[in-house]
């Protein structure tokens, strides 16, 4: 079997790992969350006074500095991590390509230490409703705190101001600990993915000379979305595309090497979850050619009934519903694109 077979079956289940690794730092990182929470209702518990007044000012701001300080921790805390964690991501991506050349290849090899770096400081690219949001992991990290401490400030501001009791104040802070459980929840995951994309890309770019570029691997079920379904094993050039597309992306890329360096390997699969539940496929399974073989009920809650009509009936590919940029278009935008196809179907 090829190289390419191999790498995808070594990749998915390598993802499964970065995922629950990114879990993992999620959880260290609601452990801030959940203080800051605590710090806030300590606040209002030992009295507030009356809103607006020099003294409820300084009481606000103290709190603001000890959110600030909180969530300062909280960003030192991670980027140690994931600073670790693109040095074993560059271990395991050096390993991985070194199974799939020839022996008479010799690898480029920058030291851990180059690639962390470079991986900290690469900046995330993810789609942001119609748009687009490039941010760095310290920036996210920065932004997310800022916002999160101004959250909290603005519900004790509201519940001041309209007399509400210290046991309703407090309420209104542990509804905002949960959704902010939830962001930071993931933020973290989608910055794990980031850094084990980086360190992989950044190991590719090293060693540009033996590929033609890397593959963009899609998970196999229900949850994937449009733009990664779109992207599953399209091969794009080193500086081109590459995950996470979007907040909570679980996608991730494998190296394509030119032909001339590759070295044949036994078979291999990956994982997929269908209507039948977890099975292995080929490793050469595309998202669509997946989807083609689950059931109608399946395709149309992946899909949605007018996109499974233009997709079962093999009017459409997968990739035809989203725009170059990942972008899903509205089924408008795919009939004034694609009239002859809705033609068919109507």
Same mark, same amino acid.
């Given at each position: 079997?090829?190289?390419?077979?191999?790498?995808?079956?070594?990749?998915?289940?390598?993802?499964?790992?970065?995922?629950?690794?990114?879990?993992?730092?999620?959880?260290?990182?609601?452990?801030? &969350?959940?203080?800051?929470? @605590?710090?806030?209702?300590?606040?209002?518990?030992?009295?507030?006074?009356?809103?607006?007044?020099? @003294?409820?000012?300084?009481?606000?701001?103290? $709190?603001?500095?000890?959110?600030?300080?909180?969530?300062?921790?909280? !960003?030192?805390?991670?980027?140690?991590?994931?600073?670790?964690?693109?040095?074993?991501?560059?271990?395991?991506?050096?390993?991985?390509?070194?199974?799939?050349? #020839?022996?008479? &290849?010799?690898?480029?090899?920058?030291?851990?230490?180059?690639?962390?770096?470079?991986? $900290?400081?690469?900046?995330?690219?993810?789609?942001?409703?119609?748009?687009?949001?490039?941010?760095?992991?310290?920036?996210?990290?920065?932004?997310?705190?800022?916002?999160?401490?101004?959250?909290?400030?603005?519900?004790?501001?509201?519940? *001041?101001? $309209?007399?509400?009791?210290?046991?309703?104040?407090?309420?209104?802070?542990?509804?905002?600990?949960?959704?902010? =459980?939830?962001?930071?929840? *993931?933020?973290?995951?989608?910055?794990?993915?980031?850094?084990?994309? *980086?360190?992989?890309?950044?190991?590719?770019?090293?060693? %540009?000379?033996?590929?033609?570029?890397?593959?963009?691997?899609?998970?196999?079920?229900? @949850?994937?979305?449009?733009?990664?379904?779109?992207? %599953?094993?399209?091969?794009?050039?080193? %500086?081109?595309?590459?995950?996470?597309?979007?907040?909570?992306?679980?996608?991730?890329?494998?190296?394509?090497? #030119?032909? =001339?360096?590759?070295?044949?390997?036994?078979?291999?699969? @990956?994982?997929?979850?269908?209507?039948?539940?977890?099975?292995?496929? !080929?490793?050469?399974? !595309?998202?669509?050619?997946?989807?083609?073989?689950?059931?109608? !009920?399946?395709? #149309?809650?992946?899909?949605?009934?007018?996109?499974?009509?233009?997709? *079962?009936?093999?009017?459409?590919?997968?990739?035809?519903?989203?725009?170059?940029?990942?972008?899903?278009?509205?089924?408008?935008?795919?009939?004034?694109?694609?009239?002859?196809?809705?033609?068919?179907?109507?």
């Amino acid at each position: 079997m090829s190289a390419d077979g191999y790498t995808t079956d070594a990749a998915t289940r390598h993802q499964v790992y970065v995922q629950r690794f990114g879990s993992g730092l999620a959880g260290k990182a609601s452990k801030f &969350v959940r203080k800051a929470i @605590r710090r806030a209702k300590e606040t209002v518990n030992e009295g507030l006074s009356q809103y607006s007044t020099a @003294r409820y000012n300084r009481q606000i701001e103290t $709190l603001r500095s000890d959110l600030s300080a909180i969530y300062g921790e909280m !960003s030192k805390q991670q980027k140690l991590d994931l600073g670790e964690f693109a040095r074993y991501e560059f271990t395991f991506n050096s390993k991985l390509l070194g199974q799939i050349v #020839k022996a008479s &290849v010799r690898l480029a090899e920058p030291s851990a230490e180059i690639i962390s770096a470079s991986v $900290l400081a690469d900046p995330l690219e993810l789609a942001v409703g119609k748009g687009r949001q490039v941010i760095d992991i310290t920036g996210a990290l920065a932004q997310f705190g800022s916002k999160k401490t101004a959250d909290i400030l603005s519900e004790i501001a509201i519940g *001041s101001s $309209l007399g509400e009791t210290q046991k309703a104040i407090v309420r209104r802070l542990t509804s905002l600990g949960v959704s902010h =459980e939830e962001q930071v929840g *993931s933020l973290v995951r989608t910055m794990t993915n980031h850094v084990a994309s *980086s360190a992989r890309a950044e190991t590719l770019k090293q060693n %540009d000379d033996i590929l033609q570029g890397h593959r963009w691997i899609a998970t196999l079920d229900g @949850r994937t979305t449009p733009v990664c379904r779109a992207r %599953d094993r399209k091969v794009y050039p080193l %500086d081109g595309p590459k995950p996470p597309a979007h907040w909570g992306c679980r996608s991730s890329i494998v190296p394509v090497l #030119k032909p =001339e360096y590759q070295r044949e390997i036994p078979g291999s699969t @990956r994982p997929s979850k269908g209507a039948d539940g977890v099975e292995q496929v !080929s490793s050469g399974t !595309s998202y669509g050619d997946w989807l083609a073989r689950q059931p109608a !009920s399946f395709q #149309k809650e992946v899909l949605g009934p007018a996109r499974y009509k233009l997709f *079962s009936k093999g009017e459409l590919s997968i990739d035809r519903f989203v725009d170059d940029n990942g972008r899903q278009y509205s089924l408008d935008q795919l009939k004034n694109l694609e009239p002859q196809a809705f033609e068919v179907i109507d």
